[in-house]
């Protein structure tokens, strides 16, 4: 029994940990144009993003797990959300270079805090090509969201040489951690490569699907607008189609999480009436056939026999648990079978104190 209650304690400080990290994952936010001959860009919103969180968009050259040296036309732009974000969001960001720096954000309603943070003082935007790279943290251990380059190799297929780390600000390595597109698969990094570098370029490709299904359409050269004339493409919100997120909202660990603990909290409200109930001193008038054990003189009634019975009728609950979230959420995902197969024990033990008390009623 004591084992039990350990793997279940040490499961909530997994979850605990997992609930208080970053709660945006790569891929959550990707970019849908960048105009160079305007300083502005665009993102859309794969997923939810939650309030508060702090995302950093530059256009600073990554070499693999850190930023390279910044040049004078490369900055920093922060973003504290005011949210949630709801997924399919498109939100322009302009940048205007000076020896105060500023930048903007259309719409504005997701605006918690908006400030370049270092560099910009000439530029922006390299005219010979650029990327956007989005992440969260510091540039010395960033964790990397999306990137983006419009200075890809000419006649090159999709791949990892897209990405060039050099000397001049218009190329970078691909960021730890992110998949560059292949035209056929979700990708986290996409290096337009229509020719030797496009000053303005727009997705124009397919809004709808599950962030996987436009991960990849997004990483998808055909589907982006590019020119090399100094006409900026339209890319503030209302100039795309409505982006609809099918599953965006999949519960995570931590959404799993928040339901183990609810679970948890109502275990312990039935064991805290069962003791101010019938507990005499430390010792528990068993009247229903069960057994337990006490610490610092709070009854917990388990039985084995019993709680196997408790288990069986909790299994039951795994198929239609998984269909509602499938009807609800439009996918399911390896989280889901994690909190699925965490909760079960919880369920089958609030199942038994249930069953427990209801008999223990019927004898009173």
């Known amino acids: 029994m004591r084992p039990f209650i350990k793997i279940i304690s040490l499961a909530f400080l997994l979850l605990s940990l997992h ?152 190329h970078s390595g691909l960021p730890s951690g992110l998949l560059n597109s292949d035209g056929a698969n979700p990708a986290t990094a996409h290096a337009l490569h229509n020719s030797l570098h496009v000053d303005n370029a727009k997705y124009t490709g397919p809004t709808s699907g599950s962030k996987n299904d436009l991960l990849t359409a997004i990483g998808v050269n055909t589907n982006w607008g590019a020119t090399n004339n100094t006409t900026p493409q339209s890319i503030s919100p209302s100039d795309f189609p409505t982006f609809a997120v099918s599953g965006a909202s999949v519960p995570a660990l931590s959404d799993w999480a928040l339901f183990i603990y609810a679970i948890s909290f109502f275990i312990l409200g039935i064991i805290g009436i069962i003791n101010t109930q019938r507990v005499k001193k430390t010792q528990l008038v068993d009247v229903s056939g069960s057994s337990g054990f006490n610490i610092s003189n709070i009854y917990i009634p388990f039985d084995k026999h019993n709680f196997h019975k408790s288990f069986k009728t909790a299994l039951f609950i795994i198929p239609p648990g998984f269909a509602l979230i499938y009807l609800i959420w439009g996918e399911i995902i390896v989280d889901d079978f994690i909190g699925m197969a965490l909760s079960i024990p919880l369920v089958a033990y609030m199942i038994y104190l249930i069953r427990f008390e209801s008999k223990a009623a019927k004898l009173e």
Do not use: H, K
């Open 19 to 170: 609930t208080s990290s970053a709660a945006i994952n790569a891929g959550d936010i990707a970019v849908i144009g960048l105009n160079l001959d305007a300083n502005n860009f665009a993102i859309v919103t794969l997923a939810e993003i939650p309030d508060a969180e702090v995302i950093n968009l530059t256009d600073i050259r990554a070499d693999g797990t850190a930023f390279m040296s910044p040049l004078s036309s490369d900055g920093i732009l922060e973003w504290t959300v005011s949210g949630p974000v709801p997924a399919g969001t498109v939100i322009e960001f302009t940048i205007t270079a000076s020896g105060s720096p500023s930048a903007t954000m259309d719409p504005n309603t997701y605006n918690g805090g908006l400030s370049v943070t270092s560099g910009w003082t000439s530029g922006p935007y390299a005219g010979n090509g650029d990327q956007v790279i989005i992440f969260q943290g510091n540039t010395t251990t960033p964790t990397f969201i999306y990137g983006f380059s419009n200075s890809g190799i000419v006649g090159s297929p999709d791949g990892d040489e897209d990405w060039l780390s050099g000397s001049s600000n218009r």
